[in-house]
């Protein structure tokens, strides 16, 4: 079963916009990660947000938590035609084995 | 990259065959976990090593198994392929289990069951 879900699904937006994307998930977690992929590869890991933080800031890149709604948001300022790939959230449990639980992932496509 | 192969790229096979899927983690990291990503789906947890030994398994049927060896390089295996096995398998290498840190991933094997 997949914990995250992801939203919206699909994103379609102009080079140089904003791109926001959201993630909800069911259980209680160690951390929250967000990865990419392009084109069916392997996936790219970008920011990793633990349970005890609220926000945190790589690059473009902004992550919010929510540990009191579940969920988090991916913010990539100023996108790039180099940013269109399928973004997915994954939540680390705190079990014993640090297994990732995907969602199905966002497409996001940035229009030169 | 993120230092971590996989091999082979693609795959395929009929079904009822057995398939052997090889992952090398990146130097330094005691634990590999393989998933299993669908068309169109996020990877699915297949299993974790930690150290040679398995540390945790997600819902996949005992036909599913893996190794671990003291290189921390791993193996897939999965016996009696069915169409619904036709999947991208990712590996991810990390440094400690216990810690839930960052999955370096390799770049998978696409595995097609005719």
């Known amino acids: 079963s997949q914990q995250g879900e992801e939203d919206p699904q699909a994103l379609s937006i102009q080079e140089g916009e904003n791109a926001t994307m959201n993630c909800s998930y069911k259980t209680s977690i160690n951390n929250l990660q967000w990865y990419r992929q392009n084109s069916g590869r392997g996936l790219v890991h970008l920011i990793l947000i633990r349970s005890n933080e609220r926000e945190k800031h790589s690059g473009r890149l902004r992550v919010t938590l929510d540990t009191s709604k579940k969920s988090s948001s991916l913010l990539i300022t100023a996108s790039r035609a180099a940013d269109t790939a399928s973004y997915f959230c994954?939540?680390?449990?705190?079990?014993?084995?640090?297994?990732?639980?995907f969602g199905k992932g966002i497409t996001l496509s940035v229009r030169p | 990259e993120t230092g971590v192969t996989q091999s082979p790229t693609h795959l395929i096979k009929t079904r009822g065959q057995q398939v052997t899927l090889r992952c090398s983690s990146q130097s330094g990291h005691n634990t590999v976990s393989w998933y299993q990503q669908a068309l169109g789906q996020g990877p699915q947890f297949i299993f974790q090593y930690y150290r040679e030994e398995e540390n945790g398994r997600g819902n996949f049927p005992p036909r599913f198994s893996g190794l671990q060896f003291p290189n921390y390089s791993s193996e897939l295996n999965v016996n009696a392929l069915e169409l619904d096995d036709s999947a991208l398998y990712l590996c991810?290498?990390?440094?400690?289990?216990?810690?839930?840190?960052?999955?370096?991933f390799g770049p998978g094997t696409r595995l097609t069951v005719l």
């Open positions: 994954a939540t680390a449990g705190r079990g014993a084995n640090s297994k990732l639980t």
């Open positions: 991810a290498s990390s440094l400690d289990s216990g810690r839930a840190d960052t999955q370096y």
